[in-house]
């Protein structure tokens, strides 16, 4: 009869040890479950607002505008109407227009801030407070010849 007591203790011993692993397995796996959820959101669902300056590139302009003469030369690399005589002609012969995301003035300012400085995309961005494919649409349609069929017609496809 002890015989048959230990080996039931044993047994019993052995079934608790399994119910055990498999509980810290699953409680393992909840823990590991819950840190790739978290990590999950973190990434891709809690997103925090890059371009989020309260200077953005039109106020920008319009500080220019408003502003210094020669600060305004060293920053667009032309007079203040010489600029603005610029914006006149572009929009009465080319036809560029206001968009939704970006006024004359500034599409115009992006294109004279590339060629005055040279800028990569990163800090045009930066400067004007647009995301890449806003300013990548913007400036491939100033290089873009609108009267001619050269290029990959980029003009044609979007409204400037």
């Not at 399994?18 to 959101?41: F, H």
């Not at 005589?85 to 939704?100: A, F, I, P, Q, V």
């Not at 115009?108 to 800028?119: K, M, N, P």
Request: aromatic share 8%.
């Amino acid at each position: 009869m002890a015989r048959i007591t230990s080996n039931k203790r044993r047994a019993t011993s052995e079934a608790n040890d399994s119910r055990r692993r498999r509980e810290a397995s699953a409680a393992l796996v909840a823990v590991l479950g819950a840190q790739t959820a978290v990590e999950y959101a973190a990434t891709y669902l809690i997103k925090e607002p890059m371009y989020n300056s309260i200077l953005t590139g039109a106020a920008w302009v319009q500080e220019l505008l408003n502003g210094h003469a020669t600060r305004f030369y060293e920053a667009l690399g032309m007079a203040k109407p010489v600029f603005s005589r610029l914006c006149h002609e572009l929009e009465d012969h080319c036809g560029l227009r206001n968009s939704k995301l970006l006024g004359l003035e500034e599409k115009v300012a992006i294109f004279l801030r590339i060629c005055r400085t040279g800028g990569s995309h990163r800090e045009i961005r930066e400067r004007f407070q647009h995301a890449p494919g806003t300013i990548s649409m913007y400036v491939c349609a100033y290089l873009l010849d609108n009267n001619t069929k050269r290029g990959i017609g980029f003009s044609k496809r979007y409204s400037i």
